[in-house]
């Protein structure tokens, strides 16, 4: 099959990535760099009227400077209004980036990450939009989605209304490392936490009239391990991960601040992640069973054990998409016309994606060069970024 000739400039692209990831908009603070990305796209053609904000970050229960940035473009042709979505946020380790080019990538000066997650998407939508407009290329109703803190919980796009995007009937997310890659599902999340309140005692004079938090909260993890529930997690009714992320004390302090004083509060906080929603809450459940245990064995001389006070909360949905939906037939469609071969893959961590396809936006993820993300050793491989943009404009201008 011979490759389509596509009209992109590439050095404008990197010129794009470049500028992007010079831009500081850490997760929750995505002012700047939506600022940035308007200024863009109104230089590229895009009028005005057809940039906007939405208003989830009044629904984001954490402080966010702006709702979703929200893009418009009318069809030049017939055919389903297709959504292109990525995140303006990354991660705080990348606060004071310095970004700079060595050889075929781009690179930090090595004491922050970089940004490629996802601001390589962030740069290919505004990429999408500059190419299609300054060549004229035909192609049908498009809405571009720039989502606001996806790394601390994918909050902009659970808070979003569907109803905002014009009608879109499948959806290119673009939050990945390599074009070829096409996330086509992804597992969900529960987050669930405990509060232990214990008695605090003299742990020298008298330890049997305290309550250990700590202990109980001991006891409760290894009761967990002990029944199956840590790490990973297979059973007859499915399968998953668990992890323990935070073990401390109240506001983020220690659990008991002495030796000699039994400790009476701990919090402990983790996960559970699996491709059935069910299985992710029959895991949390697990936890909540093993810290019920544990509160029965961990006791005072009089038999008195500590409040534990245990919740649980869907994070994300998990879902997956066949390879006969029609937003993957699209992508395979057009990675094959650039002699790509597919790869289609399941992701263990959550995406945009899981809460479009909740609002009913079948959603694919393709790459775009981010590699080695939420670390200072984090980089973009440019010749994938050049081929997501290319895939990303081709998927813009396909034939229904």
Not at 202 to 219: C, D
Request: proline share 6%.
């Amino acid at each position: 099959m011979t490759a389509p000739a596509i009209p992109l400039d590439v050095a404008a692209a990197e010129a794009h990535l470049m500028n992007f990831l010079s831009v500081e908009g850490i997760t929750g603070q995505e002012a700047n760099i939506a600022a940035a990305v308007i200024a863009a796209l109104k230089a590229a053609g895009v009028p005005e009227s057809a940039i906007r904000f939405d208003d989830a970050n009044k629904r984001i229960p954490l402080p966010t400077q702006t709702g979703n940035l929200i893009v418009q473009l009318p069809g030049t042709r017939p055919g389903p209004r297709l959504l292109f979505s990525t995140h303006l946020d990354t991660v705080p380790l990348c606060a004071g980036v310095k970004p700079r080019r060595e050889g075929d990538r781009i690179v930090s000066d090595g004491t922050t990450a970089l940004g490629g997650d996802a601001r390589t998407g962030v740069a290919a939508l505004v990429v999408v939009a500059e190419t299609v407009l300054k060549n004229n290329l035909p192609h049908p109703p498009i809405t571009l989605l720039f989502t606001v803190r996806e790394e601390s919980g994918l909050h902009g796009a659970r808070e979003l209304n569907p109803a905002e995007l014009g009608g879109v009937e499948m959806c290119v997310n673009i939050d990945g490392q390599l074009a070829s890659e096409l996330i086509v599902g992804a597992v969900g999340q529960e987050n669930w936490e405990v509060e232990i309140t214990g008695r605090a005692s003299h742990a020298g004079v008298a330890p049997e009239k305290g309550i250990s938090a700590t202990m109980v909260g001991a006891v409760g993890l290894v009761e967990a391990r002990n029944a199956g529930w840590f790490g990973k997690v297979s059973k007859p009714e499915g399968n998953g991960t668990s992890n323990v992320g935070i073990f401390g004390g109240r506001d983020g302090k220690a659990a008991g601040d002495a030796t000699n004083v039994v400790t009476d509060y701990a919090f402990i906080k983790g996960e559970a992640r699996s491709p059935n929603a069910a299985f992710a809450t029959e895991i949390a459940r697990g936890y909540e069973a093993a810290f019920g245990r544990a509160k029965a064995s961990v006791v005072d001389h009089e038999g008195q054990g500590a409040e534990v006070r245990f919740s649980h909360v869907t994070a994300y949905p998990p879902f997956e998409l066949g390879q006969d939906t029609p937003i993957v037939e699209r992508a395979t469609r057009a990675l094959k016309a650039l002699g790509i071969e597919p790869n289609y893959l399941f992701s263990n961590g959550g995406l945009d994606a899981n809460w479009l396809d909740k609002h009913g936006i079948p959603t694919v993820t393709i790459g775009a060069g981010q590699a080695e993300i939420h670390t200072i050793k984090e980089y973009v491989n440019l010749a994938e970024y050049e081929k997501g943009c290319r895939l990303a404009i081709l998927l813009a201008t396909l034939d229904a």
